[in-house]
Each structure stands twice: as structure tokens, then as C-alpha cells.
């Protein structure tokens, strides 16, 4: 069974930035989409960023696009989202999920089911 640990959340000004990482764990995957969700409070959950494991190009909505970056280290089992230029709206629970898939691309990663979440990491955003 895939875990997956999300860490890096906190509470920032308008402007400024955060760094969230997933860590993976368990399992055996092989090659996946991994993606990055937000919700906030009476909001639906909302994909802001995904990666596959091997096609590495992105994929963001306009609503991050330019800001957000995501990212995943050698091992692949370790993902990262540095969000810049943070708006009040930027303000959710974000969460890492993973879709075991052998091959995709950003684009295909975010339109696909995700099977395996992280407990999530709150960002706060104040004007």
C-alpha cells in the first residue's frame, strides 16, 4: 500500500511563497502520475499541478499557471510544489496524490483518477 506524507504548509502574506513535498512510501508502483489537489472549506477539490514519473512535462491550471512549480527528485518517490506569488485564494488544504500509470504526461496526469492521498497540509494566505 502506497503512503504518502505531505509537509510544508503554513501561513504567509500576499506575495509571498511556500515549498509543500510529498514523501511516498510502501508499495511498488513502478512509474505514475502524481499530482497536486487543493479544497477549500465549501469548495470543490481543485488539481493544481501534475507530473508523470517518466514524461516529466507539467501541466497547470491558468488559475497557477506562472506561479506554482512542481517537481520530483531523482527517486521519484519524493514530489514538490513551490508556490509563489501567494493570493488570500490560494488559501486550502493541499494534498499529494498518486495514480499508478506506465506512461503519461502532465496533461494526460491531470485528468485521471488518483488512487492513493496524502492526509493533506494546510496553506493560509492573509492579505
Known amino acids: 500500500q502506497v503512503q504518502l506524507v505531505e509537509s510544508g504548509g503554513g501561513s504567509v502574506q500576499a506575495g509571498g511563497s511556500l515549498r509543500l513535498s510529498c514523501a511516498a512510501s510502501g508499495g511498488s508502483y513502478g512509474n505514475a502520475c502524481m499530482g497536486w489537489f487543493r479544497q477549500a472549506p465549501g469548495k470543490e477539490r481543485e488539481g493544481v499541478a501534475f507530473i508523470h514519473t517518466v514524461n516529466v512535462a507539467p501541466y497547470y491550471p491558468d488559475s497557477v499557471k506562472g506561479r506554482f512549480a512542481i517537481s520530483q527528485d531523482t527517486t521519484k518517490k519524493n514530489l514538490s510544489l513551490h508556490m509563489g506569488s501567494l493570493k488570500p485564494e490560494d488559501t486550502a488544504m493541499y494534498y499529494c496524490?498518486?495514480?499508478?500509470?506506465?506512461w503519461g504526461t502532465g496533461t494526460y496526469c491531470s485528468g485521471v483518477e488518483y488512487n492513493f492521498w496524502g492526509q493533506g497540509t494546510q496553506v493560509t494566505v492573509s492579505s
Open positions: 496524490a498518486l495514480s499508478p500509470r506506465p
